[in-house]
T-cell receptor, first 111, second 116 residues
Framework: GENVEQHPSTLSVQEGDSAVIKCTYS??????FPWYKQELGKGPQLIID?????GEKKDQRIAVTLNKTAKHFSLHITETQPEDSAVYFC??????????FGTGTRLKVLA | ETGVTQSPTHLIKTRGQQVTLRCSSQ?????VSWYQQALGQGPQFIFQ???????GRGNFPPRFSGLQFPNYSSELNVNALELDDSALYLC???????????????FGSGTRLTVV
């Protein structure tokens, strides 16, 4: 069935360092790959997304790369700050239909 | 522009009872999706509604049902509650339909349901 694997489950980095979270999806028809940040007691918040016709997208300190052949996509956060600490989820979908979420990565940025 | 609002924020129910959770979509969004998020897990798709019709369903039993109203607000109903139904229930709205390219959901903050 459809599945998204996400690694690592926890990640600790020093403030100012980079963080990388990786996801692999199984449904080759997936064409939309959003990343969400979830803080304690809140719903997921979209931070960046990428569509299947693009290989890389950047928004300030955040970037996402997509390798359709390998069915891999990754989130890169540079110059991490304490406020980046949260749980991050990747997801894959066919357009606006259901998202298949990864299991989440708890990122801790150590000051 | 208002975001997605959900009510109530927290709820405690007894096993076997029924519950209704409510969601008000973001202005201009015509599609609503409901997700269940167990502690420490990613959200799991329950179902999606587009223009008041169910537009797909995940692997959840029929005791999970929903409604979408003409103003695009929505309800999630769960009958015969089980202990495993304890979770955070998330509502997400989006703009969907023919010719609309994929776009991110806007999630609400969720309803934390505890079944005892």
């Amino acid at each position: 069935g459809e599945n998204v694997e996400q690694h690592p489950s926890t990640l600790s980095v020093q403030e100012g360092d980079s963080a990388v979270i990786k996801c692999t999806y199984s449904d080759s028809a997936s064409n939309y790959f959003p990343w969400y940040k979830q803080e304690l007691g809140k719903g997921p918040q979209l931070i960046i997304d990428i569509r299947s016709n693009v290989g890389e997208k950047k928004d300030q300190r955040i970037a996402v790369t997509l390798n359709k052949t390998a069915k891999h996509f990754s989130l890169h956060i540079t110059e991490t700050q304490p406020e980046d600490s949260a749980v991050y989820f990747c997801a894959a979908s066919r357009g606006t239909y259901k998202y298949i979420f990864g299991t989440g990565t708890r990122l801790k940025v150590l000051a | 522009e208002t975001g997605v609002t959900q009510s109530p924020t927290h709820l405690i129910k007894t096993r076997g009872q029924q519950v209704t959770l409510r969601c008000s979509s973001q202005s201009g969004h015509n599609t609503v999706s409901w997700y269940q998020q167990a502690l420490g897990q990613g959200p799991q798709f329950i179902f999606q509604y587009y223009r008041e019709e169910e537009n797909g369903r995940g692997n959840f039993p029929p005791r999970f049902s929903g409604l979408q109203f003409p103003n695009y607000s929505s309800e999630l109903n769960v009958n015969a509650l089980e202990l495993d139904d304890s979770a955070l229930y998330l509502c997400a709205s989006s703009l969907g339909g023919p010719g609309v390219s994929s776009a991110g959901y806007t999630f609400g903050s969720g309803t934390r349901l505890t079944v005892v």
